[in-house]
């Protein structure tokens, strides 16, 4: 089972911590950094965010989220051992074109060690602002998701649909290895679809063992039903509650199946919080590191 720091973007929000959590993070074994996206915070949000009990959005305004891939680009030779991936990066409102050679750009000049996590946003005021269409934004999600795949995979590369139409045009630098992984975020049926059809990893919101045992199963079915192996998708949970006693929450996870345990790194943030990084390393990552 694999570690990676979540949200790290959310602690390392200035020029050094940046560096220092993600180089501790090397340090101690995990595997993979990742920074998640809101290009701005409205003043009045009316839209529930489906991850708190009351829906609000966490943080205020005076809470930083720096752009995810900036902050990846920026971290990524301080610790080049790390995956570099993004959780999650709300696709539909970003142009596909720009974002394919933003990501193939970042996974050429590191070797090949970017992931994709993706999700069709919550927040219906933000794209209202950007002036992006909130109807429909799921099958223009995974047009562009296509896009961007037909771009990376090759040059000479045309797409014709109903968000996405340009005629045979090559983007270089490519990916590495041609590709670059995605993950579908998100706990409804429309994402367990959309991971069976199009992903290389899943990752669901909730952190409650017995939901996750759920989703998984779920997962598998949808995966079959589109005749995929379900080992082809891995599966990634968040490491929320299970923080209270974690090495039985690393030993829940193991258990049910869960491939990669995504740490959110507010709970190092602050004082003293590059201390319990690395003891979290020690007692919880290490045991599981091949």
């Given at each position: 089972?694999k570690f990676?720091?979540?949200f ?5 929000t200035d020029?050094q ?5 993600t ?8 595997d ?5 996206e ?6 009045s ?5 489906p991850?708190?009990?009351d ?26 051992t ?12 970003r ?24 999700g069709?946003?919550?927040?219906e ?14 099958a ?14 090759g040059?000479?590369a ?34 367990i679809r ?11 919101g ?5 939901g ?6 779920e997962?598998?079915?949808a995966?079959?039903a589109h005749?995929r ?18 090495v039985?929450g ?8 869960i ?14 919080g590059?201390d319990?990084l ?12 091949a």
């Amino acid at each position: 089972m694999k570690f990676g720091l979540a949200f790290a973007s959310s602690a390392g929000t200035d020029q050094q911590s940046a560096l220092d959590i993600t180089r501790v993070a090397e340090q101690v074994g995990f595997d993979s950094v990742w920074g998640g996206e809101h290009v701005i915070r409205p003043d009045s949000i009316a839209s529930k965010y489906p991850y708190s009990e009351d829906g609000a959005m966490p943080g205020d305004a005076d809470t930083p989220i720096p752009d995810p891939l900036i902050w990846l680009a920026y971290v990524a030779a301080a610790a080049p051992t790390l995956k570099l991936g993004t959780c999650i990066l709300i696709v539909p409102q970003r142009n596909p074109l720009v974002l394919a050679k933003e990501l193939a750009t970042l996974d050429h000049l590191t070797g090949g060690r970017v992931e994709l996590g993706i999700g069709v946003g919550w927040l219906e005021e933000e794209f209202q602002a950007l002036g992006i269409p909130w109807a429909r934004r799921g099958a223009r999600n995974d047009e562009y998701i296509e896009a961007m795949r037909a771009l990376w995979a090759g040059p000479h590369a045309e797409y014709h649909g109903e968000f996405v139409d340009f005629p045979p045009a090559t983007c270089n630098p490519r990916p590495v290895k041609g590709d670059i992984p995605v993950l579908v975020g998100g706990d409804t049926p429309a994402a367990i679809r959309r991971a069976a059809r199009l992903a290389n990893g899943y990752f669901p919101g909730t952190t409650d063992p017995a939901g996750l045992a759920a989703l998984i199963e779920e997962m598998k079915r949808a995966a079959e039903a589109h005749d995929r192996d379900p080992a082809e998708i891995a599966m990634h949970a968040i490491f929320g509650a299970q923080m209270g006693d974690p090495v039985k929450g690393a030993e829940e996870m193991n258990t049910i199946g869960i491939d990669r345990v995504m740490v959110p790194a507010f709970f190092f943030a602050g004082p003293g919080g590059l201390d319990r990084l690395a003891e979290f390393g020690e007692k919880v990552v290490s045991p599981y590191a091949a």
